[in-house]
């Protein structure tokens, strides 16, 4: 059924949502973001599932956009842009209000889009070893549709320390805004996973699911005007200079104009 991502489960009903893009870094690409989207609707309707893990196979969490579907979208007209962008918001909104707790397992590098997956995450664990980022505004891109998610995890003044400045960031860092719950060593990830999953084995699955819709109610509102706001904000930055300039030199492998 899938073939960028797949679900591995349990017989307790802990779901594992792989990314299964290893050979592209995770990075995600239009396929993936709809399986996303399509495994996060699917698990949140099944009953036999308790908990989601979010992991990924290879070297890499996730690189974040697939550069070849970035580069797609400035041959296409505003239109079909607008529509792709949103296809990525949607799908972060779904696993966002995914009706089940979804525990991040960060093995590897996160970096854009990547960033955002973690901050749908109710609670994400990585290995002290990964490195992190919002890297997009190196490319002439802005981090738009994840926004956000990483507002609402880190609060505005964390955020403000690396949403705009593209800087790469430690796992204890990303513990310190707020992104990561814990950095532990790789050995120890999954035992620190299961510390996260383990105690709603003991709740009851129907007052989890309306906990979390509680707690979405009470927390920052992503509603369809900001989600659309952000759409229009990426579109924008697909429509000027520095976004062709930017992907073209990672693809040319030089530096952009940008750079003296």
């Not at 093995?107 to 990964?130: E, K, R, T, W």
Request: net charge negative.
């Amino acid at each position: 059924m899938y073939e960028t991502i797949r679900i591995e489960r349990d017989a307790r009903g802990v779901a594992t949502l792989w990314l299964a893009r290893s050979e592209k870094h995770n990075a995600m690409s239009a396929q993936m973001i709809a399986e996303l989207h399509a495994a996060a609707k699917e698990l949140g309707a099944d009953d036999t599932v308790r908990v989601v893990v979010l992991a990924a196979e290879g070297k890499t969490f996730c690189a974040g956009g697939d550069l070849g579907w970035m580069r797609e979208q400035f041959e296409a007209d505003p239109a079909v842009r607008s529509t792709e962008a949103a296809k990525l918001a949607h799908m972060l909104q779904a696993l966002n209000t995914m009706p089940k707790p979804l525990i991040g397992r960060l093995h590897g590098n996160a970096f854009g889009g990547g960033v955002g997956l973690a901050s749908v995450c109710d609670v994400a664990v990585g290995a002290d070893a990964i490195l992190m980022g919002l890297t997009e505004t190196r490319l002439g891109l802005i981090p738009a549709t994840i926004g956000p998610y990483v507002c609402a995890r880190m609060g505005e003044a964390k955020a403000r320390r690396v949403f705009m400045s593209g800087r790469r960031f430690d796992a204890q860092e990303a513990v310190e805004l707020g992104l990561l719950a814990r950095a532990v060593p790789t050995e120890a990830l999954d035992d620190a996973v299961e510390a996260e999953v383990a105690p709603y084995m003991d709740c009851a699955p129907g007052a989890v699911a309306r906990a979390k819709a509680l707690l979405r109610h009470m927390g920052p509102q992503i509603d369809e005007e900001l989600i659309a706001h952000t759409v229009a904000e990426l579109a924008r930055c697909w429509e000027g200079d520095e976004a062709p300039e930017g992907i073209g030199a990672f693809f040319d492998k030089r530096k952009p104009a940008w750079i003296r």
